[in-house]
């Protein structure tokens, strides 16, 4: 039987298990990502596993989230995080280059190869046929000092793309058309694999949009195949030698199929407050718009910010509306500004920012109350803006151009009819991505050769081993598709304190119950209740190590989001899975026992586990972890567990981890 393109990538990568969907796989990792939000801990923690130097072919550790430095926190944080990638032989992109996933795909991202990276977008680099996933902090760390990546062997889905995109339908549209049909649910332990004819129409820009916002489906990763388009994207970038040819077998098996005729696509848009909440563009024509905003990883790319330059150029946008555009990264900026747009831009009223991921988590350009922002990003759960009640919605930069343009939004479609010069802008590629690498430090160039740490910089928090009784209140019972925004918020005022959790963990699910934390404090711990999909979002640990530092040691949920479940291992808390009569019958502050022997049943591989409450009535709970899973809840965490093989030299490193 022939193989898909994943499983291909995967098989050369293959150091533990086989390749069964559902069976825990280890992975050897190439490249490794990580950011200003969660690269801190993540070099916290290399250091605390007593690591010299990165492993992998190449780590690079990127400023993107907080660049504006409101701060002192984050100018130190950026300091710390240079200073770890000098002493520990990682690339360096300053503050202001751009995002990670955009500056990656510039100047790293390599056909065939795997990615690890601490931010759940990590997947972009599928639009170049590398096989990227994303994961939390503790594993990037791992990875970095040559450890496997362990993952659950995801099920392998086609998509067929078939036909041509029309004008004014993007490739932002492909991937809100498959949220509108899979949910944000309908990816979890999947790949999306992209085959069929209307592969090659795409570029590689347009494929990377996709790939990215597969993360909105919940998927492991995305994929492309590679082709003229991958090869011609790399020459572009002065990369060429890195092309492989690469494509599934043709008798390739797959999970599921997916047909999707590109041709049928309309323009679409994300209606607030959750990704898959789309409809066509025109259901919802006519709603006025306060503010605009075209940039972030999924659309911020020179690709897509010139389409939206093309269509305000010689105009005015509407002066009801304020118009941001947010670059992914320098070299972004940088060619639209040697190419005369960035002023074209400017004189129609566009606000031009710094490359910076910014906005997108809330920090700067917070919308005003009662009002509609259209983004061309990734996501929009609710308060994620900035301000609770927010109205946020996602589409395509000709969508959001178009918006800009009338006041409110409007099909491109009907606007370029009313307004007899609008064309589509359609897709181009600059000749040449001729700019500037000033803001790239090689390994070679490092400036340091030891931390420098600021004084809000605190220690990795650490647990005990598991023990033989989980009981407590369960403190907070949530709904369906709890957010990590939802669990420890991104936006300015917290996410200083990203590398000092003591303080990070005051903020624990603030956005669910004001009085979480003070109550978790109070009761010394407890039990978390949540519907479906609990931990969908972001890849940040601390949703995960904030709940520990607080004395959280179970979750027990409907289902659980892969990275964020990860996590709850990483940091020894256990997750059980209910059934819905379960939920729909624990409440809010009632008693809740796991009976049993909780160390030596995980340890003994039990799966289900007797949950009593109040002492009343009984339910069944299940466990669903590996072997390796099982071990890291014992002892406390991935951390502690990592270490301790460290000293006592049993295989040692992570890399038997
Ligand atoms: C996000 O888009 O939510 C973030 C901010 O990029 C996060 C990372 C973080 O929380 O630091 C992500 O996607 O993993
Ligand atoms: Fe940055 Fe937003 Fe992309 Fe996260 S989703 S990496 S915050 S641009």
């Known amino acids: 039987m022939g193989q898909t393109l994943t499983e291909k990538i995967l098989d050369d990568h293959l150091v533990e298990g086989e390749l069964e969907p559902g069976e825990e796989i280890g992975i050897e990792i190439d490249q490794v990502l990580t950011q200003d939000t969660t690269g ?7 250091e605390a596993l007593e690591m010299d130097e990165v492993q992998t072919d190449l780590a690079a550790q990127y400023c993107d989230h907080q660049t504006y430095q409101f701060d002192f926190k984050n100018t130190d944080d950026h300091r710390f995080l240079r200073s ?20 990656h795909k510039e100047n790293f991202a390599a056909p065939g190869k795997t990615m690890l990276g601490s931010d759940s977008h990590t997947p972009t680099p599928g639009g170049l046929g590398e096989l990227a996933i994303g994961a939390g902090g503790l594993d990037v760390a791992v990875a970095m000092g040559g450890g496997a990546y362990f993952v659950e062997m995801p099920e ?23 949220l509108r049909r899979l ?22 820009p347009e494929r990377t949009t996709i790939t990215n916002m597969g993360t909105e489906l919940g998927a492991t990763s995305s994929i492309f195949p590679t082709d003229e388009q991958t090869k011609d994207y790399l020459e572009r970038q002065g990369r060429g030698d890195k092309y492989v040819e690469l494509a599934p077998d043709e008798d390739a098996e797959y999970a599921d199929e997916i047909v999707v005729d590109l041709s049928d696509l309309e323009p679409l848009i994300a209606q607030p407050s959750m990704p898959d909440n789309v409809v066509p563009v025109r259901e919802v024509a006519g709603t006025d718009v306060e503010q605009v905003i ?19 150029e010689g105009r005015e946008v509407a002066k009801s509306t304020d118009m941001i555009v947010a670059p992914g990264s320098k070299q972004a900026s940088e060619l639209l500004a040697r190419g005369g747009w960035t002023a074209e831009m400017m004189a129609a009223g566009v606000n031009v920012s710094e490359a910076t991921c910014g906005p997108c988590i809330g920090i700067g350009h917070v919308p005003a109350s009662n009002s509609v922002s259209v983004r061309t990003f990734n996501r929009n759960f609710e308060g994620r803006s900035g301000i609770e009640d927010d109205n946020v919605y996602l589409c395509s930069p000709e969508v959001a151009a178009a918006a800009a343009i009338a006041g409110e939004i409007v099909d491109p479609r009907d606007l370029a009819d009313e307004l007899d010069d609008l064309e589509a802008p359609g897709v181009e590629l600059p000749d040449k991505y001729d700019a500037g690498k000033a803001d790239i430090i090689e390994p070679e160039e490092a400036i340091d050769d030891e931390l420098i740490k600021g004084p809000n910089i605190g220690d990795v928090p650490l647990k005990d081993p598991l023990g033989s009784d989980i009981a407590g209140e369960a403190l907070l019972k949530m709904e369906d598709n709890i957010t990590t925004d939802h669990i420890i918020p991104a936006t300015s005022d917290i996410l200083k304190f990203r590398s000092n959790i003591e303080r990070l963990s005051d903020f624990t699910l603030s956005r669910v119950d004001e009085t979480f934390a003070d109550r978790a404090r109070e009761a010394d711990g407890g039990l978390l209740v949540a519907g479906e999909n609990y931990g969908q979002g972001s890849s940040r640990e601390h949703a995960a190590m904030c709940p520990m530092y607080l004395g959280i040691e179970s979750v027990l949920a409907r289902s659980f989001a892969r990275i964020h479940k990860a996590n709850l291992f990483n940091f020894g808390i256990l997750p059980l899975t209910i059934d819905e009569d379960t939920y729909e019958k624990i409440e809010q502050g009632d008693d809740i026992e796991v009976v ?5 049943a995980v340890a003994n591989g039990k799966e289900e586990f007797t949950v009593r409450v109040n002492d009343d009535w009984e339910a069944t709970a299940e466990l669903e972890a590996s072997e390796r899973e099982r071990e890291i809840l014992a002892a406390g965490g991935k951390l502690t567990l990592t270490k301790q093989r460290h000293q006592s030299g049993s295989g040692a490193a992570p890399a038997d981890d």
Request: aromatic residues 10%; charged residues 20%; proline residues 4%.
């Open 596 to 600: 049993d022997d909780i160390a030596e």
């Open 156 to 178: 392998v889905v086609n998509v067929r793309l078939e036909g041509e995109l029309p004008d004014w339908a993007s490739a932002k549209d492909v991937i809100l058309e498959l």
């Open 84 to 103: 770890a990638a000098g002493t520990y032989g990682a690339y360096f992109s300053r503050p202001g280059n751009g995002i990670c996933h955009n500056v």
């Open 294 to 312: 075209v940039g972030s990883c999924t659309n911020g790319g020179y690709e897509d910010i010139l389409p939206a330059a093309k269509m305000v």
């Open 40 to 46: 801190t801990m993540v070099w916290l923690q290399f």
């Open 183 to 204: 949910s944000v649910k309908g990816g979890v332990g999947k790949v999306f694999e992209y085959t069929g004819p209307g592969v090659e129409s795409l570029t590689v």
